[in-house]
């Protein structure tokens, strides 16, 4: 038997005037007589940060195991339970105080999250997401994607000798190089599907005028593409244009109430293409982390649901006293219960994006969730008193059978870090530049695979 098929290749674009548009994982990128585990998806690592800290009382299961409860922080998380590792009892060491240094609390723990070691105010050290993208950032167009929804003008300047970058980021590609997130989605869209010489916001919006739909563009190669493929790849990328175009939709939509509507003091300031609210603020920055994954533009990618210490307020919730405030609550029963539902709104929030990678299949049948590790929490536990101590953390997906998810941890005197350098051994990169220095890892977390 002689069999002609040939294979589209695994990085390939669509190309059209001013635009390119990555394709999705298809059956017909497989080689005819490739074998299964040649064809085996792509793993992604993702790291979502909650400011602020969390209620941990609401958060932390009582039982350990398989067993566990559900807390009603962790509610929105229950259709995952199965694909989910509840961890309890990590240390942020790297963020311990030094005798003669200043309060700073809020930027010397996000400053360690990632990176593990004991941030000063100009150097730190690398973070886990960029060890791992040095890894996987060669098989794709973008190392890695940083995206959170406060913007940068909301920094606040210095706190205790520490710039304001040390609060509103938790990627460093150095020991002195900060990755700011980008809370624009059109930028990110941008970055994803076409090139832009200005991030001037009225630049901007005269170009996107201009620019029209990314799909418009390559219409005419979609159309030949969708000729060749058989029913089921058909169907894939039928699915992948539809959330393309329901993203532009999205950034079409809120670009425009910014221009027309709203024009108050506020809306003036916030950027083109910004929603106006906070929850469809992060839908669509979720979308976009979906959909980088979904067309391997990056496999690493973070997330930040705010500053660290930020003041924003949640009015469409109904709460009015910033998040920051509310934080210091001094025992008082009203402010815990509203940081409990804010807690909730968020992790309900991070619960549409793992819909959105359970919902989505690879081409050998499994999800991107099964095929990557995300995980989420925050550098505090109570903020009230600043306590980076038995952190909040989940861990989500199984990274194709490295992490034995459905359960709850209990760890003691255990450095955050160690979760860090299981992950870098999980990914095959190298762990040499994450602890050299003063790095507090002590080696790699037991008890998950």
């Known amino acids: 038997m002689m069999i002609f098929k040939k294979s589209i290749p695994r990085r390939t674009f669509l190309r059209g005037t001013g635009a390119s548009l990555a394709l999705p994982f298809l059956d017909a990128m497989v080689p005819a007589f490739a074998a299964i585990d040649a064809a085996l998806p792509p793993r992604r690592l993702g790291y979502i940060y909650l400011p602020s800290g969390r209620i941990i009382d609401s958060w932390t299961p009582k039982m350990e195991g398989k067993n566990y409860d559900i807390t009603p922080s962790l509610a929105p998380f229950a259709p995952y339970r199965e694909k989910m ?28 999250y990632l990176t593990g070691k004991h941030p000063f105010s100009t150097t730190v050290g690398i973070s886990v997401d960029q060890v791992v993208a040095k890894k996987l950032g060669q098989q794709t167009p973008l190392a890695s994607l940083q995206l959170g929804l ?16 040390y609060r509103t980021t938790v990627s460093w590609a150095s020991k002195t190089t900060a990755l700011p997130a980008q809370n624009n989605p059109r930028m990110v869209f941008e970055r994803l599907f076409g090139d ?41 990328m039928a699915e992948y244009l539809d959330a393309v175009r329901d993203i532009e939709r999205g950034i079409e939509a809120a670009e425009s109430r910014s221009d027309t509507d709203n024009m ?9 293409g910004i929603p106006d609210t906070y929850t469809e603020h992060a839908k669509m920055i979720f979308d976009m982390m979906h959909l980088a994954y979904l067309t391997d533009m990056t496999q690493v990618v973070t997330v930040m649901m705010g500053h660290e210490g930020g003041n924003r307020t949640f009015v469409e919730k109904g709460f009015k006293e910033g998040h920051h405030s509310l934080s210091h609550h001094r025992g008082i029963k009203g402010a815990i219960e509203t940081l409990k539902q804010i807690d909730h709104f968020q992790n309900e929030l991070i619960a549409y994006f793992l819909e959105k990678m359970q919902s989505t299949k690879e081409a050998d049948g499994s999800s991107l969730l099964d095929n990557s590790m995300i995980m989420a929490g925050s550098a505090m536990s109570d903020a009230n008193t600043h306590v980076h101590y038995n952190l909040p953390t989940v861990v989500f997906g199984g990274a194709q059978g490295k992490i034995k998810t459905g359960r709850h941890i209990l760890y003691k005197d255990e450095p955050l870090s160690n979760l860090h350098l299981f992950a870098i051994d999980a990914f095959g990169a190298s762990k040499d530049e994450y602890v050299e220095g003063e ?9 998950l695979a």
């Not at 108050?264 to 083109?272: C, G, H, M, Q, Y």
């Not at 790095?439 to 008890?447: F, M, V, W, Y």
């Open 150 to 165: 406060d913007p940068a003008e909301w920094s606040n300047g210095n706190d205790g000798g520490f710039r304001g970058f």
């Open 439 to 447: 790095s507090d890892a002590t080696g790699i977390l037991k008890g």
């Open 85 to 112: 590792l509840v961890l309890s009892g990590l240390d942020l060491k790297a963020a311990d105080f030094k005798p003669g240094e200043a309060g700073a609390e809020h930027p010397r723990s996000c400053g360690a």
């Open 196 to 236: 832009t010489s200005s991030l001037d916001p009225e630049t901007q919006r005269r170009l996107n005028r201009n620019r029209g739909s990314v799909l418009d563009a390559v219409n005419e190669r979609v159309r030949h593409l969708m000729g060749t493929l058989d029913a089921s790849d058909r169907y894939k």
């Open 264 to 272: 108050d003091l506020e809306s003036v300031k916030r950027p083109a």
